[in-house]
């Protein structure tokens, strides 16, 4: 079946770490997407990209990086420079051709 | 820019009872409407979306919800809510725009009492 995979489903950071999450999709959809989800806030865009090789900030992209090397992989590193990395990562996917995403699992930060 | 607001942070409905998690959009231009559920440390899974179609747009699980453009809302109800009704839900909006981002509401937390 066609989905979406992110890895690890758990992650424990250590202070100045920096930690890269999996997100692998066989939907051959174009365009990924990292939310972060914090309790209360609803999901807030850190990172997408639309092709290969080309990706675009959104609103709290500070302490994130990402690339786009292959369609069907979209990883996203969460930097030491991430103050307050403790949150619920969700990675999404879209076709072109409808407007919905597809969702991931989820990755479940902690900082130790 | 496009926002939403969804009134009520936590819903507690009888099993049996109606549903009602009320979705209030801004947008400049017109809209494309989700609703989302999600349930513990999962993903997020689609209900239904509007996409300038019915204005009353059926999802899974009972679920449904109508667009009102003059109230710029697009709230979701279910007749009668199961136990297995309880998760967090979620509206957004996407323009059609060259992203089409989804922005999404803070979500509303359901409760199905017994």
């Known amino acids: 079946d066609g989905g979406i995979t992110q890895s690890p489903k758990y992650l424990f950071r250590k202070e100045g770490q920096n930690v890269t999450l999996s997100c692998e999709q066989n939907?051959?959809?174009?365009?990924m997407y990292w939310y972060r989800q914090d309790p209360g806030q609803g999901l807030r865009l850190i990172y997408y990209?639309?092709?290969?090789?080309?990706?675009q900030k959104g609103d709290i992209a500070e302490g994130y990086s990402v690339s786009r090397e292959k369609k069907e992989s979209f990883p996203l590193t969460v930097t030491s420079a991430q103050k307050n990395p403790t949150a619920f990562y969700l990675c999404?996917?879209?076709?072109?051709?409808?407007?919905?995403?597809?969702f991931g699992s989820g990755t479940r930060l902690t900082v130790v | 820019a496009q926002s939403v607001t969804q009134l009520g942070s936590h819903v507690s409905v009888s099993e049996g009872a109606l549903v009602l998690l009320r979705c209030n959009y801004s947008?400049?231009?017109?809209?494309?409407l989700f609703w989302y559920v999600q349930y513990p440390n999962q993903g997020l899974q689609l209900l239904l979306k509007?996409?300038?179609?019915?204005?009353l747009v059926k999802g899974i699980n009972g679920f449904e919800a109508e667009f009102k453009k003059s109230e710029t809302s697009f709230h979701l109800t279910k007749p009668s809510a199961h136990m297995s009704d309880a998760a967090e839900y979620f509206c957004?909006?996407?323009?059609?725009?060259?992203?089409?981002?989804?922005?999404f509401g803070s979500g509303t937390q359901l409760t199905v009492l017994p």
């Open positions: 999404a996917s879209r076709t072109g051709r409808n407007y919905g995403y597809t």
């Open positions: 939907l051959n959809h174009d365009a």
């Open positions: 990209s639309q092709i290969v090789n080309d990706f």
């Open positions: 947008s400049s231009v017109p809209p494309y």
């Open positions: 509007y996409t300038s179609a019915a204005t």
């Open positions: 957004a909006v996407s323009t059609s725009g060259s992203a089409r981002q989804l922005t």
